[in-house]
């Protein structure tokens, strides 16, 4: 785990985002596992999450994915977003204008 730049505190440090997906097998484990990401990240659809947070969130995180996954029957993926890229959103918006959806995290700095 990286350190800390000299002067400041761990809890500073700015908040990665990552993008988390799955495509389980059986429908019994893909309940277990939407479940269980529901608990570490924002759901986007239903097997695409955001997670915000540090590595060692995202590490716990897939830690308890993998106990709930068979390997060779299921396929899990995360992938990190640069800390300053583009933030937009293309398509119809999903609810009405006016209308803010808190459960998702603010916008990474």
């Known amino acids: 785990m990286n350190s800390p730049r000299p002067g400041t505190m761990a809890s500073e440090r700015p908040a990665l985002a990552f993008v988390i997906g799955y495509d389980i097998s059986e429908p019994r484990r893909l309940l277990r ?5 529901c608990k570490h990240a924002a759901p986007l659809e239903y097997s695409i999450f955001l997670l915000v947070g540090s590595d060692a969130a995202k590490d716990h995180c897939l830690e308890e994915i993998a106990e709930l996954i068979k390997p060779l029957e299921d396929d899990v993926r995360c992938y990190p ?5 583009f933030q937009g959103r293309i398509g119809v918006a999903s609810l009405p204008a006016g209308i803010v959806w808190t459960g998702l995290p603010a916008a990474i700095a």
Do not use: S
Request: charged share 30%; aromatic share 0%; proline share 10%.
């Open 81 to 85: 977003l640069p800390a300053r890229g």
């Open 33 to 37: 596992v939407h479940r269980e990401m």
